[in-house]
């Protein structure tokens, strides 16, 4: 990560560092807020939760509170890093870190950059579904050039957790359900927040977060417990994990729950075994907020004393915002309990990645450059929003309504298609509710005829009157529902994953119209649409895009852009299938239509749209699967063609099952995708490779095998509906 040159410089400061300067350099802190408001601070963040004022409202409200930055314990050397985005007040606190502390060590700024700072990009699970490497990498560039304006030189991203359980809220900042294709987003996000050279001016650095198996919560209950074997915890939660340290990200986050009883927090398995030993991760590893305090409530520590000792010991280097480190550290080395090798190597873990960062030669930032960002909007970045945007969105049922036509009279109902704020999901970073092109605005933009009526909140009753009134001359019904941020993120798991409040009465009375009804679904999870799917004649998933939200769903809607995204996460059709993945272990009575075998009584047994899926204005076709095989690969050829009447992008998807083996193995998975265009009627060959080395999978004593025997291949437009094929396979 750095030279050895600044590996000296490192080794000679850590000889003059006190035991009191090493563990600032662990502590990070934010601005304690003191007051200055009406009302108290918990009622401010519950008026903005209940949404009795707007996320810009709160943010003005917050820039006129007092806060305390901590300047003393700067000045002696007590703080390493600080969670802010304020770059003229990042500026002074810095000058106070690097001219007036004995030793001038620069604090590190990081900041949650999920999904786009200024410029609001799609949320994660929806980006996810474009299956675009290249856009991934793009909104990271951008998103990184924007907050380092901001002074933030370090990002809380990407997520990297592998989601199977739709009641989980924070699914909305995942990659969704896949471990291959979660590894190319972790990749490509690494690699668009830091660049080839991180310390350049317009990169961050990356942290890989949460470490790990946060996605495996049980009931998908937020913060919950998780157990689970090795062989599933690496065969399906680690690669993405793995992949984004090989492409250098310089730091990971724990994750607040346990790993088969001991905290991750605290876990030397986790942190020492596999993530600095086995990978070799030369970085250094951060606590979630508050998680080292917490470990007395998991009941693992019996102080804040003991978490200090166990978590440092165990290979956690930074301690966000729990003060424990900066309250216990010192006394517990005076005390002999932590030793000396142990905390140096922390520090020297943070200073690598501050040097790396290039924080000693540049450790402040150009206040004007956020001027050009702050004042509007930049169209380079609002242009590439906007077609990851309409790239996100899936198309899941369409019997014949859509594409749309302009002359066609929409009424449009649903209060989230007039809702800007709704638009930016869980994590908005810098985003404005106001920049936001709501579905009303994109239509109008547009030049569609549309007549507008709220007729339902997401939580207040249905107008039945408003609704045929605003229905009356309508040719079609246009209802947008779904979930508001709130609803999904951190704290925000769900036990009941369809449509809240009234909003299916309001489909209901669409229907009762008698028109065409098209539900455009504005949501951060998978929900479960077994109803909708039954009565609604078309469905459009369009998550939460962002700032370029309703130009996107206009230009699906119109057919200016042919729908291509495909689902990263499974839509179960109940709740109570959950956790619903595609790539499930086979088990020894898998679910059909027999009482026997594993299935719910009172749910269909397949899910209601699998990974994978998404359907387009045309349609395509699969053909002629064809396989070789040489030393290294195997190479499987398959013929996709365009059989509907207009163009369009295909994601041809390419699984594996390894039918017999040592241990259950998943029923399919994804091993390779490629993206065609394809003209109507026109048809290509396409060519998925396979490395032989990637058909193993980790046993239980964590040792990567290939085993020979029977494989399937599968070739096709989702997870469920394939061409297949049975290979022998003998690897020596
Ligand atoms: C979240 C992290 C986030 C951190 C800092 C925590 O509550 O779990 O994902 O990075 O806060 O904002």
Redesign the pocket.
Same mark, same amino acid.
């Given at each position: 990560m750095i030279s050895k040159e600044q590996e000296q410089s490192i080794r000679e400061l850590l000889e003059k560092m006190t035991v009191e300067e090493k563990v600032g350099q662990m502590h990070q802190l934010a601005p304690s807020i003191v007051g200055g408001f009406d009302v108290s601070f918990e009622e401010l963040i519950e008026m903005v939760t209940d949404g009795r004022i707007s996320n810009e409202e709160f943010g003005k409200i917050m820039s006129t509170a007092e806060r305390d930055f901590h300047e003393e314990d700067i000045r002696a050397g007590r703080v390493g890093s600080y969670?802010l985005n304020d770059p003229k007040k990042a500026n002074e606190l810095q000058r106070i870190a690097v001219e007036e502390s004995r030793l001038g060590i620069p604090l590190l700024y990081?900041?949650?950059v999920?999904h786009g700072f200024r410029t609001t990009f799609p949320i994660p699970l929806a980006e996810t579904c474009t299956w675009n490497e290249k856009l991934f990498e793009a909104s990271a560039e951008i998103a990184a050039r924007e907050a380092s304006a901001y002074g933030i030189k370090w990002t809380?991203?990407p997520?990297v957790d592998i989601a199977r359980d739709a009641r989980w809220g924070?699914i909305s900042?995942s990659a969704g359900e896949d471990p291959y294709l979660g590894s190319l987003f972790a990749r490509a996000k690494v690699r668009g927040f830091q660049g080839k050279n991180p310390a350049d001016r317009e990169r961050i650095g990356a942290?890989l977060?949460?470490f790990v198996a946060?996605g495996a919560v049980e009931g998908g209950q937020d913060y919950n417990t998780v157990s689970m074997s090795k062989s599933m915890l690496h065969n399906g939660f680690l690669p993405p994990v793995k992949a984004a340290v090989e492409e250098g990200a310089m730091t990971v986050?724990a &994750?607040?729950n346990d790993y088969n009883g001991v905290p991750c927090t605290v876990n030397p398995y986790l942190l020492r075994t596999v993530l600095k030993e086995s990978y070799g991760f030369q970085g250094f590893v951060v606590s979630? &907020?508050?998680a080292i305090r917490e470990c007395v409530s998991h009941g693992i520590a019996e102080d804040l004393a003991d978490a200090s000792r166990q978590a440092v010991k165990a290979g956690m280097d930074m301690d966000?915002?729990s003060n424990v480190y900066h309250d216990h550290l010192v006394s517990q080395m005076e005390q002999g309990e932590v030793s000396m090798e142990v905390l140096d190597e922390a520090v020297r873990r943070i200073l690598t990645v501050k040097m790396a960062l290039g924080l000693f030669e540049h450790p402040y930032v150009e206040e004007e450059r956020m001027e050009q960002y702050d004042s509007g909007l930049k169209e380079e970045h609002l242009e590439a929003a906007r077609d990851t945007a309409k790239r996100s969105i899936v198309l899941l049922k369409n019997e014949g309504v859509l594409p749309l036509k302009k002359e066609q009279k929409i009424a449009l109902v649903g209060a989230l298609a007039d809702d800007g704020e709704n638009c930016l999901g869980a994590?908005f970073a810098n985003g404005r509710g106001s920049e936001c092109v709501t579905v009303k605005a994109g239509l109008e933009r547009a030049g569609a005829k549309v007549s507008y009526g709220e007729c339902c909140g997401v939580e207040s009753e249905l107008d039945r009157e408003a609704l045929e009134s605003v229905c009356k001359e309508a040719d079609v019904v246009v209802a947008v529902v779904g979930e508001p941020n709130a609803m999904s993120g951190?704290?925000s798991s769900r036990a009941d994953i369809t449509l809240p409040g009234h909003q299916r009465e309001l489909l209901e009375a669409a229907l009762e119209t008698g028109k065409p009804v098209v539900a455009v679904l504005m949501n951060g999870r998978p929900l479960a649409l077994f109803w909708e799917q039954e009565h609604v004649p078309a469905i459009l998933e369009s998550w939460q895009l962002g700032v370029a939200h309703g130009d996107a769903v206009a230009a699906v809607l119109f057919g200016e852009y042919n729908p291509s995204g495909k689902l990263c996460a499974t839509f179960p059709a109940m709740t109570g299938q959950c956790p619903r993945y595609y790539n499930h272990p086979n088990t020894g009575r898998p679910g059909g239509r027999s009482k026997f075998t594993s299935r719910y009584l009172d749910a269909p047994v397949e899910p209601l749209y699998p990974f994978g899926y998404g359907l387009s204005y045309t349609e395509f076709s699969y053909e002629n699967m064809r396989i070789k095989e040489d030393a290294r690969c195997f190479s499987v050829t398959v013929q996709v063609k365009n059989t509907g009447a207009c163009p369009g992008e295909e994601t041809a998807q390419l699984y594996l099952r390894d039918v017999t083996a040592s241990i259950v193995r998943p029923v399919k998975e994804l091993k390779a995708f490629e993206k065609v265009l394809l003209a109507p009627g026109e048809a290509k060959d396409v060519t998925f490779v396979i490395d032989k080395k990637e058909m193993g999978f980790y046993n239980e004593d964590m040792n990567y095998c290939l085993e020979d025997g029977k494989f399937i291949f599968y070739a096709g437009g989702n997870s469920r509906d394939c061409l297949e094929q049975e290979r022998m396979v003998a690897f020596s």
């Open positions: 969670l990081g900041f949650d999920i809380f991203a997520m924070r900042e942290t977060k949460h946060y986050m &994750a607040f979630d &907020a508050n966000m915002g994590w951190e704290a």
